[in-house]
């Protein structure tokens, strides 16, 4: 008897969460996962209403204080 589509579903999920454990099975979804409304949208109403230089200064101030950020050497 074939299985229904919920019934692949579940065991999909199972054997994510059975290889990859709950934590890291949920990131993979979400990966996969589409979001809600329209980013593009969204980011043009936000980008056309910020003057370019906050946009600079804020990211200039993420980067200082971004402990996890590193200088790329390149030889």
Known sequence: MPKT????IRQGYQA???SLG???AIRFIQH???????????RHEWLDQTPVE?????MRQRRE?????Y?????
């Open 54 to 58: 906050d946009i600079l200064t804020s």
């Open 65 to 69: 204080d971004d402990e996890t950020q």
């Open 32 to 42: 996969f996962t589409p979001g809600q409304g329209d980013y593009t949208k969204e």
């Open 71 to 75: 200088d790329e050497i390149i030889e």
């Open 5 to 8: 589509q919920q019934e692949i």
């Open 16 to 18: 994510l969460v059975n």
């Open 22 to 24: 709950v934590v890291d």
